[in-house]
């Protein structure tokens, strides 16, 4: 499982870059013209969403990978608009197709939004559909997470945000990531450039729509209030700083990493370690290779950095054991950084997966 | 020479050799060399050609003069080494090298392959954004597939892993490192890569593809040639691959092996090493230091 989820978060990608820029506001779906749908085809869809919601979780998967369902997928959002309006096995559904689908990927995405928006029970009164909930729109911006344009992420966080705080207001208060997706979208805008979801690199220009790298770190500093998300805000800040060329703050970050188990996260946060360390303190540096390794054993960039620092500290032979480890490290665990660098997009899969079981 | 290929010279002319700083007592390779020692014994390849990058054979002992940390040496053993090979090729696969590209560099590492003796060894690694070992360290032949691309070019992290070898002291080892030099999905930076390099026992010999590399890159990549005593070949052609690496096989089999035993000089840290020979004309190039101990690095 551990493999594939890089190969997922890239087929996520792809479902929705083509069509992100139609992440839409309810106000602007009013705009849409209305879509005739054939009547066979909104059979067709009826009949898997039926199969899903009766607990077929490939019903979906087996549908888009057959030429008719590629092709009947565009009629998804105005089959389930003419329906029954919510139920969580729709909403379910939608998310599916969303991850599935190659080419209107985002738009379906906005109408399930609005779905679950509109359950009949208030946010914040339900236990079970709250859940399903918080981890629908979870999935979303997980999946936006992983595109380029960073403005859809931010428009879907403000009007998570905002639900989110009318239910606190009503006393309702919710677990969520939401802070955590805000500083993550801050430093998007603030500081890296992508280059096709893959690469990030350091942009450098103007600030963009009044990001800061530091107002990133304001708002990494409140996601880590939160003790769920404080081992991940500390490990992002202090990668961001690492980027920046920010050593010494970089490393008062990461020393202030709470413990966890996080595999992904303690590769990244190690490896980043390893590499403040590794000019001035390879000994050091090489325990932090180790200390990376021991979260993710095949990752061979901390094998690399390893042999190179033992190499640096005088330990020739320890150094070319380590470069006979590294060249055989050939698993994709390599994108653990550009899975990193994608957000909660790697959370995805286990989100979907409790989603399947929530929406019967 | 080989007036198709042109080098760019290491400044410092000087050449790599295998480094090796050997607690010797009976460590080495007596069929080799009547050198025996209980003392630390540094072992120096030097590699010394005209200007037309034609190696020259026929220098003695006397002709060289070795300084290590400034303080002359005397060189107490001195041969054109018989010892076997060991070859590492790293290979760019990124999706920048085209079909021709990968043709020509299958055919280049065959024959490298015919080249070797019996006793030599060569492995192959392939870089993208990940490097591969696509053949163990083995004898000849050495075949290797290179119909399979990746994404991302990944040069300095490859190469990172490339110049990092065992200290054999009964072996001698060279880096043959070939590539576009586009590097886009790198994680180490240059930097590292030289001051690792520094510390490497194998001469890297970087072959470039032509008009492709950015000058900063190149400029990168003959840094970290120049500390290994190694150089950077860049082709004019794409049937000029396999003339590339046998010239740098062959100047690194023909080279001179020095050794000498550190006199007037600290027992640790990092020595400056610079070999030089009577004629100013030729030039010679070898690897530009040694870390003598084990330092803390903490």
């Known amino acids: ?80 608009a003419k329906t029954a309006p919510w139920s969580r096995a729709r909403a379910a559904f939608i998310l599916e197709v969303t991850i599935k689908q190659s080419t209107r990927g985002a738009t379906i995405l906005t109408a399930g939004r609005t779905m679950v928006i509109g359950r009949p029970s208030a946010l914040g009164t339900n236990a079970a559909e709250d859940r399903f909930e918080v981890l629908w729109h979870q999935a979303a911006l997980g999946l936006l997470s992983s595109l380029p344009q960073v403005s859809s992420l931010v428009e879907y966080i403000n009007i998570w945000s905002a639900r989110l705080e009318d239910a606190r207001t009503r006393g309702a208060t919710l677990g969520s990531r939401v802070a955590l997706s805000r500083a993550f979208a801050t430093a998007i805008l603030c500081c890296w450039t992508r280059t096709r979801g893959e690469v990030v690199r350091m942009f450098e220009g103007p600030d963009r729509e009044g990001m800061t790298i530091e107002s990133a770190l304001v708002q ?20 961001l700083l690492f980027d920046a060329g920010r050593k ?78 590294a060249r055989r490290m050939t698993d994709d665990v390599a994108a653990a950084l550009p899975t990193f660098n994608k957000g909660d997009a790697r959370l995805v899969p286990e989100w979907l997966a409790e989603i399947r079981r929530l929406r019967r | 020479m080989r007036p198709f290929i042109s080098s760019i010279s290491v400044s410092i002319s000087i050449s790599i050799a295998a480094l090796a700083i050997l607690a010797v007592a009976g460590v080495r390779p007596a069929a080799q060399t009547p050198f025996r020692t209980s003392t630390d014994v540094v072992v120096i390849d030097v590699s010394v050609t005209d200007g037309r990058r034609l190696p020259i054979t026929n220098l003695t002992k006397d002709d060289f003069a070795l300084k290590d940390n400034d303080a002359a040496q005397q060189i107490l053993d001195f041969d054109r080494e018989a010892m076997p090979l060991d070859v590492t090729v790293t290979i760019d696969v990124s999706g920048s090298m085209t ?61 990172l892993l490339s110049v990092i070898t065992p200290p054999l002291p009964d072996r001698r080892q060279c880096v043959l490192f070939m590539t576009d030099g586009q590097d886009t999905t790198s994680i180490f930076d240059a930097s590292l890569v030289i001051d690792t390099a520094r510390h490497a026992s194998a001469p890297t010999t970087i072959v470039l593809v032509p008009n492709r590399a ?27 691959l396999s003339q590339a690496f046998l010239t740098a096989l062959e100047n690194f089999r023909t080279s001179y092996v020095l050794r000498y035993s550190p006199a007037g000089v600290s027992r640790t840290g990092w020595h400056d090493v610079t070999v030089t020979v009577k004629n100013k004309d030729l030039r010679v190039r070898a690897r530009r230091g040694y870390w003598a101990t084990r330092p803390s690095g903490r």
Do not use: C
């Not at chain 2, 290994?228 to 794409?238: A, P, Y």
């Open chain 1, 220 to 239: 990494f500093e409140r996601a880590a209030e939160a003790p769920a998300l404080a081992a991940e805000a500390r490990i992002r800040g202090g990668k």
């Open chain 2, 99 to 159: 079909r021709d590209d990968r043709e020509m560099v299958s055919r280049a590492v065959a024959q490298v392959s015919d080249r070797l003796g019996p006793a030599d060894r060569a492995r192959v690694m392939t870089f993208a954004t990940m490097t591969a070992e696509r053949t163990p360290l083995a004898h000849p032949p050495i075949k290797v597939d290179l119909s399979a691309v990746g994404p991302g070019t990944a040069i300095f992290d490859a190469l």
């Open chain 1, 248 to 325: 010494n703050d970089a490393l008062a970050w990461l020393e202030r990493v709470p413990a966890h188990t996080d595999p992904a996260l303690g590769y990244v946060q190690h490896l980043t370690h390893a590499r403040l360390l590794d000019p001035d303190r390879p000994g050091d540096a090489a325990t932090s290779y180790r200390t990376a390794l021991t979260f993710s054993p095949r990752a061979q960039l901390a094998g690399i950095g390893l042999a190179a620092a033992l190499l640096r500290s005088g330990q020739p032979e320890e150094a070319a054991r380590a470069a006979e480890d």
């Open chain 1, 1 to 80: 499982m551990q493999a594939r989820v890089p190969f997922l978060i890239a087929t996520l990608a792809t479902a929705l870059v083509v069509s992100v820029g139609a992440v839409q506001s309810p106000q602007n779906r009013q705009t849409v013209p209305a879509v005739r749908v054939p009547p066979t085809v909104e059979r067709s869809i009826l009949d898997v969403l039926e199969a899903y919601s009766s607990g077929d979780d490939l019903a979906v998967e087996q549908w888009l990978a057959t030429p008719a369902g590629r092709s009947q997928a565009r009629y998804v959002e105005p089959v389930l």
């Open chain 2, 214 to 240: 950015p000058i900063t890159t190149r400029g990168l990549l003959f840094s970290v040639a120049a500390q290994t005593g190694g150089e950077i070949v860049e082709l004019k052609g794409h049937d000029q």
